[in-house]
C-alpha cells in the first residue's frame, strides 16, 4: 500500500503541471533540396536552405535558375508568404485584412489575409501593412512567438540576458521565448539587436529552427506505445501524424498541418488529461477511508471507463468508434472491466497504473509528450533507460 501511495502522489503532482508554453518538435530525417551556386555546403544556413525548398509546396524558392540570395533581405510579405506556405498555403474564405498597400493581385495577398485573420501580423498603422519593408529580427520572431500561440500577455520567467531589449518592449517576450527555444540566438551574448533587418538566410533559419531542429527530450519512437498510434511525417506541425491504423486512426485524414486545429485538439488534450486527475482524488479519499487496494481499483478503472465515454461529448462519431473498439477487444462498449483487467495483469496495483495510463501517441502527435513523460514511467508504458 505504501508503494502505491507513493506512486499516485508522484502521479498527481506530475498531472497537475500545465503544458509550458514552449511547443517542442521532433527533427525530421535530414532533406534533400535544390542546389544553388551561392550556398556552399559548409555554411551555417545550408540545412535551412535545403529543408526550405525541399517541402511541397516550397517554403520558398531560389531566386534565379541556381541563386538562392542568401544575403538578399526578407521583408514582411516574405515572410508571411512562407509561413503560408508552410501551413499549405490555404486558400479559405478568410476576410480581407484591408490594408490598402496589399494590391489584390500580389502573389502575397492571400498570406496577408491568412495571417492577419489568424493574429500573426498587424499593420503598421490602421490601413497600412507595409509589404515591402524589410522585416526586423524583433518583427520576426514575434510573428513566429504569435504563430506557437502564445498569449502577447504571458510573462517569460527566464531572464532577459540582452541589454538592448527593454522591459515592456512589445517584443520583449517573443525575444525571449526564441532565445530560450535556440530559434534566434543574440548577436552578442548580450545584444539581440531587434531593429536590424533579417535576410534570407537568417528567415530560413529561423523557420528551420523552430520546425524541424529542435527535439523531445525524450523520444517517442522508444515507446512502442506510441509508435503504436503515430508516424514520422516531417510535414507535421509536430514531425508526428497519427498513423492510419492505430487507434487515432479517426485523426489521420486531418489537416496536421494547420495550427490553429493543432492547437485546439492540444488544449482538449490538456483538458483530458486534466479530468483524470479526478482519478486521483478517488484513490485519495479511498485511501483515507482505509478501502482495500481491491476496492480502488474497481472503481478507478470503473471511473476511467466513464471518462473515456465523456471525452467524446459533442463527438458522435468518435463516440461511436470508440464503442466499436471496445465491443471488438472486450466484447463490451464500456471498455474493460476491473476482472477482465485483473485477470489480465494478475494484481490490482497494476489495475490501478493501467487506469491511470494515456495515449502517449497522442501526446506526441500534440507536442505534450515531454509534459507527461514522467508520468509514462509511473505507470510502466516506458523503461527508464527508454529516452
Not at 507535421?236 to 501524424?241: E, K, L, S, T, W
Request: hydrophobic share 35%; net charge negative; glycine share 6%.
Amino acid at each position: 500500500m505504501k508503494q502505491l501511495k507513493r506512486v499516485i502522489s508522484i502521479a498527481l503532482s506530475v498531472l497537475i503541471l500545465r503544458m509550458s508554453m514552449g511547443m517542442p518538435i521532433y527533427a525530421a530525417d535530414t532533406v534533400t533540396g535544390a542546389a544553388f551556386s551561392d550556398v556552399s555546403e559548409d555554411a551555417w544556413y545550408y540545412h535551412a536552405v535545403q529543408w526550405a525548398t525541399a517541402q511541397s509546396p516550397a517554403i520558398t524558392d531560389g531566386t534565379g535558375t541556381d541563386h538562392f540570395s542568401p544575403e538578399a533581405s526578407c521583408t514582411r510579405a516574405q515572410l508571411v508568404t512562407m509561413l503560408w506556405r508552410w501551413a499549405g498555403s490555404i486558400k479559405d474564405d478568410y476576410p480581407e485584412a484591408g490594408f490598402t498597400d496589399v494590391s489584390r493581385s500580389a502573389y502575397y495577398a492571400d498570406a496577408v489575409d491568412w495571417a492577419a485573420f489568424r493574429g500573426l501580423v498587424k499593420g503598421t498603422s490602421e490601413t497600412t501593412f507595409s509589404p515591402n519593408k524589410e522585416i526586423t529580427r524583433a518583427e520576426a520572431v514575434t510573428i513566429l512567438w504569435r504563430l506557437r500561440s502564445l498569449s502577447a500577455d504571458t510573462a517569460m520567467t527566464n531572464e532577459n540576458p540582452f541589454s538592448d531589449v527593454a522591459d515592456g518592449a512589445y517584443y520583449e517576450n517573443a525575444v525571449l521565448w526564441a532565445a530560450e527555444e535556440g530559434i534566434a540566438k543574440g548577436i552578442t551574448q548580450t545584444t539581440f539587436s531587434p531593429n536590424s533587418t533579417c535576410n534570407r538566410a537568417v528567415i530560413v533559419t529561423f523557420l528551420y529552427r523552430m520546425f524541424v531542429s529542435s527535439r523531445y527530450s525524450n523520444d517517442p519512437r522508444e515507446n512502442p506505445s506510441a509508435m503504436a498510434d503515430i508516424v514520422l511525417d516531417r510535414d507535421a506541425v509536430y514531425g508526428f501524424r497519427p498513423s492510419e491504423t492505430g487507434s487515432l486512426k479517426q485523426y489521420a485524414d486531418a489537416d496536421w498541418t494547420d495550427p490553429v486545429s493543432v492547437e485546439k485538439w492540444r488544449q482538449e488534450r490538456i483538458a483530458y488529461h486534466e479530468s483524470l486527475e479526478e482519478l486521483y482524488e478517488m484513490i485519495g479519499k479511498m485511501q483515507d477511508e482505509g478501502r482495500s487496494t481491491q476496492d480502488i481499483a474497481r472503481a478507478v478503472s470503473t471511473r476511467r471507463n466513464e471518462l473515456r465515454i465523456e471525452s467524446y461529448a459533442g463527438d458522435p462519431e468518435g463516440l461511436a468508434q470508440l464503442k466499436e473498439r471496445n465491443l471488438e477487444r472486450y466484447g463490451h462498449e464500456e471498455g474493460p472491466l476491473p476482472d477482465e483487467l485483473y485477470a489480465q495483469y494478475g494484481s490490482w496495483e497494476t489495475v490501478i497504473a493501467k487506469a491511470l495510463s494515456t495515449n502517449s501517441g497522442m501526446d506526441a502527435c500534440l507536442g505534450l509528450y515531454d509534459t507527461y513523460h514522467q508520468l509514462y514511467l509511473i505507470i510502466g508504458q516506458v523503461e527508464d533507460n527508454a529516452a
